[in-house]
């Protein structure tokens, strides 16, 4: 009788990580437009930080790929444990993002400027939408992929922070 682990799933997340890229995506353009309509350097530091959204969801998605690779020549594990260094990598891009938006939030106190708010707030809970579908198509896999859980966690997270 064989003897299974049932710690591992390996369900296909393509089709949710597509869809989150894609919308989110759609959601920069959205931002930016609207920014520069609002004169809202908020939205535009909002498109940034959704850009490293978009950019945090392709290297999770390219390192669940890349750990279905298997073992070979000096490579003798396979890949997988590319998927722990890309986690870092998300880590740090969105450090970066948290950086360049403190830093034009500097900016504004010192320089501020009128934004048109209704345009802003309709932008702000169309993103928590986005946040929360986005989310909500990786929280079952969460449990078992660090990557998918980082997704998870920083659309989550994004959902929670706009409210």
């Keep these: 009788?064989?003897?299974?682990?049932?710690?591992?799933?390996h369900n296909n997340y393509n089709k949710?990580?597509?869809?989150?890229?894609g919308l989110n995506l759609i959601?920069?353009?959205?931002?930016?437009?609207?920014?520069?309509?609002?004169?809202?350097?908020?939205l535009l530091a909002d498109a940034g930080h959704n850009a490293s959204d978009v950019l945090a969801l392709v290297f999770a998605w390219f390192a669940i790929w890349l750990?279905?690779?298997?073992?070979?020549?000096?490579?003798s594990y396979g890949y997988k444990k590319s998927t722990i260094l890309i986690s870092v990598l998300n880590a740090l891009?969105?450090?970066?993002?948290?950086?360049?938006?403190?830093?034009?939030?500097?900016?504004k106190f010192k320089n501020p400027?009128?934004?048109?708010?209704?345009?802003?707030?309709?932008?702000?809970?169309?993103?928590?939408?986005?946040?929360?579908?986005t989310a909500l198509m990786f929280v079952k896999g969460q449990k078992y992929d660090l990557n998918i859980k980082g997704a998870f966690l920083?659309?989550?997270a994004d959902a929670a922070v706009s409210l």
């Design 113 to 133: 400027e009128p934004v048109a708010g209704n345009q802003i707030m309709i932008v702000a809970a169309i993103g928590v939408v986005i946040n929360t579908i």
């Design 67 to 75: 750990a279905t690779k298997k073992p070979k020549g000096r490579y």
């Design 154 to 156: 920083h659309m989550a």
């Design 16 to 21: 949710a990580f597509a869809i989150g890229i």
């Design 93 to 107: 891009l969105l450090f970066a993002a948290v950086l360049v938006i403190a830093w034009d939030a500097i900016g």
């Design 27 to 42: 959601f920069v353009g959205v931002e930016v437009f609207y920014g520069l309509l609002a004169n809202s350097s908020a």
């Design 1 to 9: 009788m064989g003897h299974g682990h049932g710690h591992t799933q």
